[in-house]
Each structure stands twice: as structure tokens, then as C-alpha cells.
């Protein structure tokens, strides 16, 4: 059974920091995709970052510079995000795909979710 469990989240200020943190568990260490999306206000999810088994990563343009996505050991996912701005504040989901037959940064390809953790950036 694959779980999903995010971390960490909460509220900074512009210009500020932050690292969320995702254990996930129950897959099979090939053939996967771990992914971070998340879901602004009245709007869509959307795509921030994911990585692969092979360690090939992905970024959305709004993010690029910014954000990093690290597969650790143990099945930790990470997302160091730099250089917030109000337009970050988001629910920000966690996400696994397996089998993972694409490395497009695309809701439907991930299978497995964790519940999401908010994150807010104020002026």
C-alpha cells in the first residue's frame, strides 16, 4: 500500500523560505515519479516540481530558480522553496506515481496523494 504523508508548511514573509517535507512509502524503488503540486485559491492544481527514479527532474517556469525538489534517502521528498512570493500561497500536495509512465509535470500521470499542507506568503 503506497502512503503519502506531507510536512512542514505554514506562513513567511516575501523574500522568505521554506522546505516541505514528504514521506511516501510502499513502492518499488524503479519505475517512479515523485512530485510536489499545488493548488492556489479557486484555481486548478498544478504542477511545481517532480523527479524521477533515475533522478531527472522537472520544474514549472514559475518556479524555476526558486524551488528545488531532492529525492533523500528513505523515501523523503523535499522541497527547498527560495525567493517566496505571495503568488506561492498555495495547498501544496505531495504525489507519487508507480508505475510512472511519463516525466510530465501532469496531475493525471500521479496515482497516489497526500492530503496537502499550506503554505502562505505574505507581503
Known amino acids: 500500500q503506497v502512503r503519502v504523508t506531507e510536512s512542514g508548511g505554514g506562513s513567511v514573509q516575501a523574500g522568505g523560505s521554506m522546505r516541505l517535507s514528504c514521506r511516501a512509502s510502499?513502492?518499488?524503488?524503479?519505475?517512479?515519479?515523485l512530485g510536489w503540486f499545488r493548488q492556489k485559491n479557486g484555481e486548478e492544481r498544478e504542477g511545481v516540481a517532480n523527479?524521477?527514479?533515475?533522478?531527472?527532474t522537472n520544474y514549472a517556469d514559475a518556479v524555476k530558480g526558486r524551488f528545488t525538489i531532492s529525492d533523500r534517502p528513505g523515501q523523503i521528498l523535499e522541497l527547498q522553496m527560495n525567493s517566496l512570493n505571495p503568488d506561492d500561497t498555495a495547498v501544496y500536495y505531495c504525489?507519487?506515481?508507480?508505475?510512472?509512465?511519463?516525466?510530465?509535470?501532469?496531475?493525471?500521470?500521479?496515482?497516489?496523494w497526500g492530503h496537502g499542507t499550506q503554505v502562505t506568503v505574505s507581503t
Open positions: 504525489a507519487v506515481a508507480w508505475p510512472c509512465w511519463t516525466s510530465a509535470l501532469m496531475v493525471s500521470v500521479y496515482n497516489y
Open positions: 510502499g513502492y518499488a524503488y524503479a519505475n517512479y515519479c
Open positions: 523527479i524521477d527514479s533515475e533522478g531527472n
